[in-house]
């Protein structure tokens, strides 16, 4: 026993004199980049801020490390630009050489290299890899596939939009949030491009994003397949009154009614209604929503005030009526609505 | 009877080295795939994001007077596209709500709470006159997971992030918390990001501007646990979509999860742990794929007691908390329908931190008694004490290598020293005095008396 146990002590002492090397060996690697980092981050983004106002010699890299610093500085420095200062910087990434690297490390075996390319490009977002990046929709990852995806919907061609809904279609399952990002970058490009994840054949989970993605934007083009999304599940039918009132569709009143006094339907998906009829500012609703500010359940009557509130004259005479002789739950929403 | 027991802990150790080794292990492999995701390129398209969830962040506060507006006014510039702030007075006998009021320009409003949760009376609420999205409930006292809820009820976010009044979010930790719900927002239902000690640390206007390691022993000994409790243990759960905790002090939670699952359960002072371990077990029961992610980057400085008095009120509170978390759950216990969480991190919990401390502690007795009456030889009893400190060390140096590669927060060589120091350090007192005052939580059960509460002394004067 004595002697397992001084040789196990012996084999944990050994393990534990590693381990201390071997943090000892991390903690000067992540120094010596702190100490790169300090030394050349100064230089890179000045030469970048230079060649941006000034458009004056591009910066020129002298060795890997300046190189991969210019690139760093880049990228963070692409997220703050617009316009034709952010051309710029994209046109010296390309002149550099930076985007055919990228384009070439989508081919990467390694998943992780081509998930940073993907990614970088999705930053860049740059017509000129166009033909690697619609590669990159084929790729057996869906991270890469959904960074390739949302630079495509950025600045592929119209055609290639289609591609791209199918993209996010296809991984709305496995990488929700990419996906996701997918579906905003259709919509912000294209509203017309979101039709077909709108329709009613497409996957409810990709739909529920497009609908919210619709009404977010404030798409008023789409107003019309929110409106039919309003008689589907209790779900989307919530989101899509959300968004409708966001848009402030005033075609959608009529449904939003039927919507709000339909007692068959989910209380969430009913005061969702109440709050959409609210933001489009409908004082014809004045006489349904006064009912349900008096009615049981909570969500209703908080959606009814807040909406009544948002109704001029009409919506606030309602609520003094409430506040005056309704019951005690109606006159605490009541009251909390005229106050603000 | 001795040698029995002697084999029983033998056991005990080997157990033990098999599950924190493979938590550890599993800890390393979640870094790494934290670290290679390129962070930075998703927090920014998060903080643009118009589908980013709405927060509510739930402050809770008793007799947080002298810290409170730091706190208040650190949230104010988080970075997160959509979210609102919550204090909750609960029943504070000191100025709290008093400096609030006037440092926000807060006067009383009209607010009708949903009544999704139970909790006590609210008196009073305040919101400024301004646009800040802030919100005063004082109400009267019901204790951390009363306030909760009450909170929770007043809330109108997607989320809702719990912190204590007396800790203080980097600018960035909200959306890195956030990332996962945006990831994965069909089965995210709670994350939780690093706590870390602000004792020591130079904080200005709400926000930590100096790191630093703290002064005092105790402080100190607390900083070396938090290290390897958060980056190798929590992050090993993570992985094997296990893990029980999500810090009181600064965790994110799926609102209709929680709703969904009773809120948080006032009768245990440990609500954090509770909640999340009954977050398992109603995701399972209703069959609802779901994930509890802890996030290595993100971070919320708390302080931490200086003391030993305060140190043992907090770690008797705290293991009060895990044995009733353990009791009003105890149906999830070796039961394969709730998978590792009831397999091994439960079971774990049982052995290691409740029944743990006793195992040890009457090793101790046991094996001195042993040697003195020749039933092992000294040599043995050392070398296994010396095992026992070297694989304590291996855990803490695991640890610290994995917040190197995360985060790297105390990069000097001093401090690498220090840490080391004191994780050898623990073994000889500190280690033994927590385990007492473990046992000592067991006559708390029973007899559930009250706990004072840190006196805080806010962080205008933690620089110290």
């Known amino acids: 026993m004595t002697a397992a146990l001084a040789g196990t002590d012996a084999a944990l002492a050994a393990l534990v004199g590693l381990l201390a090397l071997s943090l000892t060996a991390v903690r000067v690697v992540i120094r010596l980049r702190g100490r790169r980092r300090r030394r050349l981050w100064p230089p890179a983004s000045q030469a970048i801020a230079r060649y941006v106002t000034t458009g004056g010699d591009p910066p020129r890299p002298a060795h890997r490390a300046e190189r991969a610093m210019l690139l760093e500085v880049a990228l963070q420095t692409l997220f703050d630009l617009g316009g034709s200062e952010r051309d710029l910087l994209v046109e010296l990434l390309e002149q550099l050489g930076y985007l055919d690297d990228a384009a070439a490390a989508l081919t990467a075996r390694r998943r992780a290299v081509r998930r940073r390319a993907a990614e970088m490009l999705a930053v860049t977002a740059t017509p000129a890899v166009l033909p690697a990046l619609l590669a990159g929709l084929d790729d057996p990852d869906a991270l890469v596939r959904t960074s390739c995806a949302r630079t495509l919907a950025r600045v592929g061609a119209p055609d290639v939009l289609p591609r791209v809904a199918a993209a996010a279609e296809r991984d709305i399952a496995t990488a929700p949030g990419a996906a996701s990002a997918v579906v905003l970058a259709l919509g912000r490009r294209d509203p017309a491009a979101l039709t077909p994840l709108l329709g009613a054949d497409a996957p409810q989970p990709v739909k529920m994003v497009a609908v919210a993605v619709a009404g977010r934007l404030r798409l008023p083009d789409l107003a019309p397949a929110l409106r039919a999304c309003l ?82 004259e009409p919506g606030a005479a309602a609520l003094r009526r409430a506040v005056a002789s309704g019951p005690a739950e109606a006159r605490e929403h009541a009251e909390a609505a005229l106050q603000w | 009877v001795v040698i029995i027991y002697l084999w029983f802990v ?26 290679a995701r390129g962070q930075v390129a998703n927090l920014r398209v998060t903080l643009r994001s118009p589908l980013a969830p709405s927060i509510s962040v739930l402050v809770t506060a008793y007799n947080e007077g002298p810290g409170i507006i730091d706190s208040v006014r650190s949230l104010l510039a988080l970075d997160y596209p959509d979210y609102e702030i919550i204090v909750i007075n609960d029943g504070s006998t000191d100025d709290t709500s008093a400096r609030l009021i006037e440092a926000f320009g807060l006067r009383p409003v009209h607010w009708a709470a949903q009544p999704v949760l139970h909790h006590r009376p609210v008196r009073a609420v305040y919101a400024p006159r301004t646009r800040l999205n802030l919100l005063l409930i004082e109400k009267e006292n019901g204790g951390k997971s009363d306030a909760l809820n009450a909170g929770i009820s007043f ?90 905790i999500v810090s009181g002090a600064f965790g994110l939670f799926r609102r209709e999860a929680v709703i969904a699952a009773g809120g948080y359960r006032t009768e245990t002072l440990g609500e954090d742990l509770e909640l999340v371990v009954r977050l398992h077990r109603t995701c399972r029961k209703a069959g609802r794929p779901y994930r509890i992610v802890y996030v290595p980057d993100p971070v919320c400085w708390t302080e931490a007691p200086e003391s030993l008095r305060y140190l043992r009120k907090q770690r008797r509170r705290w293991q009060r908390g895990c044995i009733e978390a353990l009791l009003f759950n105890k149906g999830m216990l070796f039961n394969p329908r709730y998978r590792t969480a ?5 079971p774990s919990m049982l052995v290691f931190e409740v029944l743990g401390p006793v195992i040890e502690l009457l090793g101790y007795v046991v094996s001195i008694y042993a040697v003195m009456v020749g039933l092992i030889s000294p040599l043995t009893y050392v070398l296994f004490l010396v095992l026992s400190v070297l694989y304590g060390l291996f855990l803490t140096l695991g640890a610290i290598m994995l917040e190197d590669v995360s985060a790297n927060r105390f990069p000097a060589w001093e401090d690498l020293r220090r840490m080391l120091l004191y994780a050898v350090g623990e073994n000889c007192g500190y280690r033994q005095l927590l385990h007492v005052w473990r046992i000592e939580a067991f006559g708390d059960v029973v007899r559930k008396p009250g706990f004072e509460v840190m006196a805080h002394k806010g962080f205008s004067a933690a620089d110290q």
Request: aromatic share 6%.
């Open chain 1, 231 to 312: 008689h589907d599940g209790d779900q989307l039918a919530t989101i899509a009154a959300q968004g409708l009132g966001l848009i402030g569709d005033i075609e959608a009143v009529g449904e939003l009614r039927d919507l709000a006094r339909d007692a068959h339907r989910a209380v969430r998906a009913r005061a969702a209604a109440v709050t959409a009829l609210g933001s489009i500012g409908d004082p014809w609703s004045v006489p349904l929503l006064e009912p349900l500010l008096r009615g049981a359940d909570w969500p209703l009557r908080a959606a009814a005030a807040q909406a009544l509130g948002q109704l001029g």
């Open chain 2, 10 to 35: 033998f056991a005990f150790s080997v157990c033990f080295v098999a599950v924190t080794s493979l938590v550890l292990v599993l800890a390393a492999v979640e870094v790494r795939r934290y670290t």
């Open chain 2, 155 to 244: 809330s109108t976010g997607d989320l809702f992030c719990s912190m204590d009044g007396d800790s203080v979010l980097e600018q960035d930790a909200l959306a890195k918390t956030a990332l996962p719900f945006i990831e994965d927002p069909g089965r995210t239902i709670a994350t939780g990001g690093m706590v870390r000690i602000v004792n020591g640390c130079r904080v200005q206007h709400g926000r930590v501007t100096r790191v630093a390691l703290p002064h005092s022993h105790v402080a100190m000994f607390q900083v070396v646990e938090y290290v390897r409790a958060f980056f190798g243990t929590r992050t090993g759960w993570t992985a094997m979509n296990a893990l029980l």
């Open chain 2, 342 to 346: 009831g397999l091994l991190a439960l």
